[in-house]
């Protein structure tokens, strides 16, 4: 069952907005984060950027990391489901990355 698009709309834009204010808070120094036009643009220190951005059309959020390639999740139940393994949630999935580059905990 697909998720209406006010729905869609404000669950991604509350995930962007969550995501940018955490990388700002914890990782301002090693991340620039962004958000325009619904595109949530990381670029890190040192080279490689994630883009995270709504896809109305599919109501999916894409991602776009410099480790783990590109990825879709869909919103069901309340959570960012990757459409590829349903194990996997985006917060989670980009935590992990950035644990793994930074050594910090981040909570999305």
């Given at each position: 069952m697909s998720v209406d698009e006010s729905?869609?709309?404000?669950?991604?834009?509350?995930?962007?907005n969550r995501i940018a204010d955490?990388?700002?808070?914890?990782?301002?120094?090693?991340?620039d984060a962004e958000i325009q036009g619904g595109i949530l643009t990381?670029?890190?220190?040192?080279?490689?950027?994630?883009?995270?951005?709504?896809?109305?059309?599919?109501?999916q959020i894409w991602m776009s990391s410099p480790f783990s390639g590109a990825?879709?999740?869909?919103?069901?139940?309340?959570?960012w489901i990757s459409t590829r393994d349903s194990a996997n949630?985006?917060?989670?999935?980009?935590?992990?990355e950035l644990k793994a580059k930074y050594g910090q905990d981040l909570n999305f």
């Open positions: 729905r869609f709309a404000a669950a991604a834009d509350d995930l962007l955490s990388v700002d808070d914890i990782l301002g120094d090693d991340i990381m670029s890190l220190d040192g080279g490689g950027q994630y883009v995270i951005n709504k896809h109305g059309p599919n109501r990825s879709h999740y869909d919103f069901a139940e309340g959570q949630r985006l917060p989670q999935v980009l935590a992990d």
